[in-house]
């Protein structure tokens, strides 16, 4: 729709594109090209009709972190304002793997992989999306039955200076590392899905951009009115120099129990709280606002407003009171010294491997993780020594004593 196209709304109608442009505009990086979608918006509003918000994944895994719902938060915020959130289940890209930002090219996966994934990553998904005002589509109900002409029809409508510009493969290119002729497809495969659910805004984060915006290339060329791009922030770790990873182990997981969420926030530098208040937080934008201008003029305590911070995230994602329950609880350990309460007793055998009773006490997911830990001098008694063979066993001298791994997880032996 051209920009000089004057779309006139009713004063009722003015005052809610003003609402709505408030909530979808706050926290993001970049809307591509802004004046389309402020007529998209206004449009949608004067019709009444929904715009359809498209937001894709790939399933390589299935370990969600918070950093990955800050597009999926974005949509939620659609939702309410009565839009439709789409979310697109990569099964064919995944096989490809998202090349942005890789130095390699990416393990293919299996179907029953794929599809296990997405389950498992929509579970944790739907912990902000609203399932009702959510369509969940699958790249085979597309893709299944294209041919070989389908794909070089595909491949005419853009030129591979288009697609070499991208900077993962510039980058790849100018070092000398491998670039596979299928990896150059990723981008040409999401564009195309865009014009089967026919997306009106398409969500992503900061280092999307080439993808998403050739999602408007092949909408063009099918005399579609081309999706928007809106790009959302990349999260920094808890670290507080690398963007979220699981690989860097600075993330914050939706499993994480709830302890672990609060004192995962609680590590956080203080210099990430604006961000974080802004993309991990449930609070409006105002509150949020009003949060950051009270850090920055020095009338809120940067601590105890981390800890309002902690409280908001457990809360949301474990119930209300959750979060005052973990506050009191992490202040025990960490202020007073104590062990929780709540520790996991073990009952131990004599002589076993502590990689084996970490495990079976559900304290490490693996036998890997538990021997990566102990590695990392993050495993020991409390008040006690560190302990760093990973072949080390337990004998009756340890009963009764505590294990503590890492900052926030203790387990009684007896």
Known sequence: MAEAEKIELTSEQETEFERQWKVLSFGVSEITPEPEF????????????????????????????????????????????????VVIIGDYTASIGDPTGKDVSRTSLTADQVRANARTYMDQVYTVLDRDRTEVCYQTEWFEEVGLRDIIGWAAETTCAKLLSHDTFAKRLEEGSPLALHELFYPVLQGIDSVFVK????????????????????????????????????????????????????????????????????????????????????????????TIGGLEKGNLHPNETKKMLAMNVVDFFHGEGAGQEMREKFEAVFKKGGVPDD????????????????????????????????????????????????????????????????????????
């Open 38 to 85: 402020r007529d998209m918006l206004r449009h949608s509003i004067k019709e009444g009709k929904p715009l359809r918000v498209k937001c894709g994944i790939d399933p390589t895994g299935f370990d969600v972190h918070i950093g990955h719902l800050v597009p999926y938060k974005k949509m939620r915020q659609f939702q309410d304002l009565g839009h439709l959130g």
């Open 199 to 290: 997306a009106d805004v398409e969500l992503g984060g900061s280092d999307q951009k080439f993808n998403v915006l050739m999602g408007r290339d092949y909408q063009k060329h099918r005399n579609m009115r081309p999706q928007v791009a809106m790009l959302l922030p990349i999260i920094t770790g808890t670290c507080g120099s690398q963007k979220m990873s699981k690989s860097l182990n600075n993330y914050i997981a939706i499993q994480d129990d709830a302890f672990d969420k609060f004192g995962k926030i609680m590590s956080i530098p203080d210099e990430l709280m604006a961000d974080y208040f802004r993309y991990v937080s449930s609070l409006t934008r105002e509150e949020i606002e009003q």
């Open 343 to 414: 520790a996991p007793e073990s009952e131990f055998e004599r002589g076993a491997l502590l990689v084996d009773i970490l495990l079976e006490a559900g304290l490490l997911p693996s036998k890997k993780e538990a021997r990566r830990m102990i590695q990392a001098n993050a495993v020991g008694i409390v008040d006690g020594d560190k302990i760093t063979d990973i072949e080390s066993t337990l004998d009756d001298s340890y009963s009764g004593k505590v294990i503590k791994v890492g900052k926030r997880k203790f387990l009684k032996l007896k």
